[in-house]
């Protein structure tokens, strides 16, 4: 073989690993807005039947080969929603996902008040929006921000949401990554709801973290 040729297959090979490791699962992907405190949820669905804090709002939710498959149900003439109660502030949440039939998703944050904010994941990219409140006729949803990035439908990927007061960082495996604010994100929230249409979609290696205030974190 051609010498030169050499170093151009050892950088086409280097691409091509780099490329491939875009689609991670549990990847360990570093907070920006927060110091990790107290780990409070690391679920895997390893047992036959969800956990006590999830809870199967709308659609069918099953826990299957270490994840928590989700379809939505035509009778329910709704998007298929599971709820992780866990109250919080602030907080780190890192997941991994897999669109396997779904072609979007939404993580949704509510507060006691109703919906507040969501992060809305596509094969192409994602997307940060404050929700209208619903009880105000004037108020409208708000995009906070976009950023694109291929999510590979049938590969594990792997997504870190985090919140520190008015603020809201998202980051994926794939280099997808997004940072906005809004003053009425500042509240107390009720959890998290992972909202699906279609079949299916795939959860796995949910993590949470209490969230301490710092310049630069890793988990």
């Known amino acids: ?23 991670d699962k549990d990847a360990a992907l570093k907070p920006v807005l927060n110091q990790p405190g107290k780990l409070v949820v690391d679920e895997h669905f390893t047992g036959d039947t969800l956990p006590g804090s999830w809870g199967g709002v709308q659609g069918d939710w099953q826990p299957r080969d270490g994840a928590a498959v989700g379809r939505e149900k035509a009778s329910d003439n709704h998007p298929a929603v599971l709820f992780l109660g866990q109250p919080h502030r602030d907080s780190i949440l890192r997941f991994s996902f897999k669109l396997d039939g779904a072609k979007n998703f939404n993580v949704s944050f509510n507060h006691l008040k109703g919906h507040l904010f969501r992060v809305a994941v596509a094969e192409d990219g994602l997307a940060l929006s404050k929700d209208k409140d619903k009880k105000d006729p004037k108020s409208k949803a708000v995009t906070l921000g976009t950023a694109a990035g291929r999510f590979e439908p049938g590969k594990w990927h792997t997504m870190l949401i985090e919140t520190q007061g008015a603020k809201v960082s998202v980051q994926a495996d794939n280099g997808a990554k997004l940072t906005a604010s809004h003053p009425e994100l500042d509240v107390d ?31």
Request: with cysteine; aromatic share 8%; net charge positive.
């Open 189 to 219: 929230k009720t959890g998290y709801r992972f909202v699906m249409r279609g079949e299916s979609l795939r959860l796995s290696d949910v993590k949470v973290w209490q969230a301490e205030k710092a310049s630069s974190a890793a988990p």
């Open 1 to 23: 073989m051609n010498p030169r040729i050499l170093p151009a297959l050892s950088v086409l090979a280097f691409t091509l690993s780099a490329a491939i490791c875009l689609a």
